[in-house]
């Protein structure tokens, strides 16, 4: 029972609670999620997002690729 206080519903809420994102996989979805993160949130793109209007943040790193 008490595992479902710990789950987050929605996207936004996740990006709000989050102080690392770490990118392992292609898609839009990623993209649009990091889009919403403060510029405080480090970001970590192992892969490299197609559409990834994260590149400019000073908190993200591009690596293996």
Not at 39 to 64: F, H, M, P, T, W
Request: with cysteine; charged share 25%; net charge negative.
């Amino acid at each position: 029972p008490h595992i479902y206080k710990c789950l987050i519903e929605t996207p936004e809420a996740f990006v709000k609670q989050v102080d690392m994102f770490v990118i392992g996989n292609h898609g839009e979805d990623y993209a649009a999620i990091i889009s919403k993160a403060n510029d405080n949130s480090q970001v970590i793109d192992l892969v490299r997002l197609k559409d990834n209007s994260a590149e400019g943040r000073k908190s993200y790193n591009g690596i293996c690729w």
